[in-house]
C-alpha cells in the first residue's frame, strides 16, 4: 500500500467528498444557487455573487511555475496554517496519534493537533549550538504513533535555517513511517532552495509554502501543501470546497507574473540588507544582550531588561512580540525587520529614557 495513505485515518480515505458545482465558466450558471447581480463597489474580475473555482488551475499553474513542481503535487488553501490544519485531520486520531515538533517553533502545530485530540511531543532545538536541530535526539523520540513530524526552516522564531543534513537524515530514516513536514514560509530570505526536490526521494515528506511573507499577501491568506499526489488527492477531500475567495485568488495571480516576481526579489534583498543594518543597530543598545543570527525576515534577541524594551518601543509608536511565555525565552522578543523609517524609530525610542 502507499506509504502515506498507509499513515492516514481509513475514514478519511473512505470519505466521499463534498460535490460542489461543476466548473463550467463558458456557460451561464444556473446550477449554484448564486446570486445574478454583482454587489454595489465589486471591482473583482470573476464577480463576488460566484462562487470561485475550485482550486483555481491557472493559480495552480502559476504556483507550480514558482515552486517548481507539477501542479498535482499542489493544495492551495488559506494560508500555511489551513494546510497544517488538513493535515491533522488526514493523519492525527483523537487520543491515539502525536505530532513531534521542535521547539521552539510555530504555534499552530501543536494548536492543531490538539483541537484533533492528539498528543504534542517536543524535542528542543539545541540553543548552546545557536538552536541546532539534533537529529539522534528527534529519532530516538519518535515511535510509531507519531504521524507528523514538523520542522520549520528556517525556524519561527529561532530564525535560523535548519542543518540540512540533519534535515535529511531524519527524512531518510522516517520515511514510509512517519509524513515529515518541512515549513518553508520563511525560505525566500535565507538564500538557500527549497527542499522540494526531496519529494522525488522521500514517499512520506511534505512541504508548505506561503505567500504571506515574501510576496506581501499576509491579508489574502494563501499558502500552499506540496506533496505527493496521492496526499494531495485525499486533502481536496479534506478541504472545504471553495476555500480561496476570490480576491484571493485574483491578488496571487497578479503577484506572481513575472514582473511582480522580479520587483519581489529586489524587495527581499533591500530588506536581507536592512536585517543585517537593524541586527547591527541593536546589538549596540545597552537594552539587547544577544542579537541571533537571521534567515528570515525577522530578528530574535535577547534583552537584558525586555520589559523595558517593550515599554520604549510602545512608547516610540511600535510594537515587537514577547516570547518570555516559553521557557526557551525567557528573555526574548521577536522583531519584524520593517521598513527602514520604522526600523529606525524603533532604534531611537530604545534611547530615550
Not at 470561485?52 to 515552486?67: D, G, K, V
Request: hydrophobic share 45%; charged share 25%.
Amino acid at each position: 500500500m502507499n506509504p502515506l495513505l498507509s499513515l492516514a485515518r481509513a475514514e478519511i480515505l473512505s470519505l466521499t467528498p463534498y460535490s460542489h458545482a461543476a466548473w463550467r465558466p463558458s456557460l451561464t450558471r444556473l446550477h449554484a444557487n448564486e446570486a445574478p447581480w454583482r454587489p454595489a463597489d465589486d471591482r473583482s474580475d470573476a464577480g463576488l455573487n460566484r462562487y470561485p473555482e475550485p482550486q483555481p488551475a491557472a493559480l495552480l499553474e502559476r504556483l507550480a511555475a514558482i515552486y517548481a513542481v507539477t501542479p498535482d503535487r499542489l493544495l492551495a488553501c488559506r494560508g500555511s496554517d489551513e494546510a497544517i490544519d488538513v493535515l491533522s485531520r488526514i493523519f492525527l486520531r483523537a487520543g491515539r496519534d502525536a505530532i513531534l515538533q521542535c521547539t521552539p517553533t510555530f504555534g499552530m502545530y501543536q494548536v492543531a493537533a490538539r483541537i484533533q485530540g492528539a498528543e504534542v511531543l517536543e524535542v528542543p532545538l539545541d540553543r548552546e549550538r545557536g538552536w541546532r536541530l539534533d537529529p539522534e535526539r528527534v529519532l530516538a523520540a519518535w515511535h510509531p504513533g507519531i504521524k507528523l513530524v514538523y520542522l520549520c526552516s528556517p525556524n519561527n522564531p529561532t530564525a535560523n535555517r535548519l542543518d540540512t543534513a540533519a534535515v535529511e537524515s531524519v527524512c531518510a530514516v522516517l520515511d514510509g513511517q512517519a509524513v515529515v513536514v518541512i515549513d518553508e514560509a520563511y525560505i525566500e530570505w535565507c538564500g538557500s532552495p527549497s527542499l522540494v526536490s526531496w519529494l522525488d526521494r522521500f514517499a512520506t515528506l511534505a512541504i508548505l509554502r506561503t505567500l504571506s511573507k515574501a510576496h506581501a499577501l499576509a491579508g489574502a491568506r494563501l499558502g500552499a501543501l506540496i506533496a505527493a499526489p496521492s496526499l494531495i488527492e485525499v486533502a481536496r477531500r479534506v478541504v472545504p470546497p471553495y476555500c480561496l475567495a476570490q480576491p484571493t485568488i485574483e491578488a496571487a495571480l497578479a503577484a506572481l507574473t513575472p514582473a511582480a516576481l522580479e520587483v519581489s526579489r529586489g524587495r527581499i534583498q533591500a530588506l536581507i540588507a536592512e536585517r543585517e543594518r537593524l541586527a547591527a543597530e541593536l546589538a549596540r543598545s545597552p537594552l539587547v544582550e544577544r542579537v541571533w543570527p537571521s534567515d528570515g525576515n525577522f530578528l530574535l534577541i535577547d534583552c537584558t531588561d525586555p520589559d523595558e524594551f517593550m515599554r520604549r518601543s510602545l512608547e516610540g509608536g511600535t510594537i515587537v512580540r514577547d516570547l518570555r511565555a516559553n521557557a526557551a525565552l525567557s528573555r526574548s522578543l521577536r522583531i519584524t525587520v520593517g521598513e527602514p523609517a520604522a526600523n529606525e524609530r524603533l532604534l531611537e525610542s530604545l534611547e530615550r529614557r
